[in-house]
């Protein structure tokens, strides 16, 4: 994605593997060490264990570009390709040498010995370099020479670099540069590594490494204490995640370069022949990718800011009452949304809001409309159906619902980790238009969100004169629920224990009425 139109890494590797049988290339590890998700490449090898995928790049749970959970570590590859898709998504910005290496000592490089690739293509992409405005990361030319330098022990030194992103042509300049002198010189350049991981880098490689244990032996031990011990202090980025979302997912929207990245490529041939430049041209090609990007007006994320900082002020005024009618009836698993974390059953955390302020009250109600479960299965519950309401009313149907008093800003925050959306927050999905014309309307689908599940917002009427809005599916989705084209199905047993802490904690129910309340909802046909 970005800005890039043809994937050359992934094209390359499928061309070693389909078209070269001659040449013995077997398997391939593809390493993305751009600051973006390789979302494309992992696509194309989803179900190939002929290529271990591996990506690091920030992540943010899903709001750093490209916006969405593709990057998450629970992506690991379906059916033959299980365990061959390897993901490290940063929690924050500012991730630097220490970072990185000890993402390559303790998951990349144990892994790679254990596939033992024929050959290593790497998406060389320096947009995580010290410098760069985009990627926001500390990668040193010094740490980009040591991650190559532990690459090249494997595969008899067989290795392709693919120049891909970087938008600072100082900093990419000398990444390369120490690049070359490690395949040219077969060492890094000179420097040390003084600093330490943050902790939340320790925590994602802890996740990672719990995440492959069953599929790679050298993961199965718990690092120790002593090394995860070893942290530096919290990145100024935590403490203002949205904001650097808001900034990097806007200003990427904002470029829209449709532009073509000319790839130069270096490979390191077999034994002790020297090394060649595939292109001749590469000052020209690097220039191609560099010129039109040095002409954009670098003040449009500032303007973004502002005019996020301005509607979020605006709608932090008004209080609505978010009607939950699933999971996020328990209080704890909805804190999720406001303050960020997980709770148990959850199978990843989310950021929460840009206001972690919690609701100014809480309280229950039923109304007249259907309760169901769909779907095949979710990135945070795993396998299993999760709850819709049917956006119609029916006073044939009874459905149980807590209600939290929040703002407005509030709402459109939980919509966009809802839908995990790239909408990019420069303004809000839902606004204080949407919100008046709601009472008339009583559904709005929201066109930002339409990738996701519950992108329809639905009116419910009011309490204590503050409006009751809830989200859930379209009708037109209803309508694939019938149909077929869409599944119906049971939820898992951890998302069953979350709607039952909600309705047993509300009071609503004690446990065994929860759960006979959960089971009629899945058995009756829509």
Not at 77 to 89: A, D, Q, R
Not at 132 to 157: E, H, N
Not at 277 to 284: A, F, G
């Amino acid at each position: 994605m970005g800005f890039c139109l043809y994937n050359n890494v992934a094209i390359a590797a499928s061309f070693l593997l389909n078209q070269r049988a001659e040449l013995g290339i077997k398997k391939i590890l593809i390493v993305d060490w751009d600051v973006h998700h390789g979302n494309g490449t992992q696509k194309m090898f989803w179900n190939d264990p002929r290529v271990l995928f591996f990506s690091v790049h920030r992540h943010e749970f899903g709001s750093f570009y490209p916006c969405n959970d593709d990057g998450f570590y629970t992506m690991i590859g379906e059916g033959p390709g299980t365990g061959y898709n390897i993901n490290v998504p940063w929690e924050n910005g500012q991730c630097g040498d220490a970072d990185y290496l000890a993402v390559w000592d303790h998951i990349l490089v144990p892994v790679a010995n254990e596939f033992d690739p024929d050959i290593i293509i790497v998406s060389a992409g320096f947009d995580a370099a010290v410098g760069d405005p985009l990627g926001g990361c500390r990668v040193t030319p010094y740490g980009y020479s040591t991650m190559l330098k532990k690459l090249i022990d494997f595969a008899q030194g067989k290795i392709v670099l693919a120049l891909e992103g970087g938008y600072n042509l100082d900093s990419m300049a000398n990444s390369v540069l120490a690049c070359m002198k490690v395949l040219l010189e077969d060492k890094p350049i000179t420097g040390s590594l003084e600093a330490y991981p943050f902790e939340s880098t320790w925590r994602v490689i802890k996740a990672v490494r719990k995440k492959l244990s069953a599929f790679w032996t050298t993961l199965i031990d718990e690092l120790p204490i002593k090394l995860t011990s070893q942290k530096a202090p919290p990145s100024v980025m935590d403490s203002k995640r949205t904001i650097g979302h808001v900034e990097l997912c806007a200003g990427l929207y904002l470029l829209g370069v449709d532009h073509l990245e000319r790839q130069t490529k270096v490979l390191l041939c077999e034994d002790d022949e020297v090394p060649h430049n595939v292109s001749e041209n590469i000052v020209e090609a690097i220039q191609d990718v560099i010129e039109p990007l040095s002409k954009l007006n670098v003040e449009v994320g500032h303007d973004q800011l502002v005019a996020a900082s301005f509607w979020r002020s605006e709608l932090s005024k008004i209080d609505i009452w978010y009607a939950t009618f699933g999971s996020n009836m328990w209080k704890s698993r909805f804190l999720c949304y406001i303050e960020g974390g997980q709770v148990e059953g959850m199978k990843r955390p989310f950021s929460g809001s840009m206001d972690k302020t919690l609701p100014k009250d809480t309280l229950w109600k039923t109304f007249p409309h259907r309760l169901f479960f769909g779907r095949e299965s979710t990135l945070t519950w795993g396998p299993g159906g999760v709850a819709f309401l049917h956006p119609e009313s029916n006073t044939q149907d009874k459905t149980y619902m807590c209600l939290y008093r929040i703002t407005l800003e509030q709402f459109n925050d939980v919509l966009l980790q809802e839908n995990v959306s790239s909408h990019d927050r420069s303004s809000p999905v839902f606004d204080l238009a949407a919100l008046n014309s709601s009472a008339n309307e009583k559904s709005i689908s929201l066109e930002a969100l339409k990738r996701g599940w519950y992108h329809n917002v639905v009116y419910l009427g009011k309490e204590h004169d503050i409006p009751i809005l809830t989200m859930t599916c379209p009708l037109s989705d209803i309508e694939n629920f019938k149909s077929g084209t869409l599944p119906l199905r049971a939820p898992c047993k951890e998302y069953v224990n979350a709607l039952v802490k909600g309705l047993v904690e509300g009071k609503q129910f004690l446990e065994e009425e929860a759960v006979a309340y959960i089971q009629e909802a899945s058995n009756n046909p829509l």
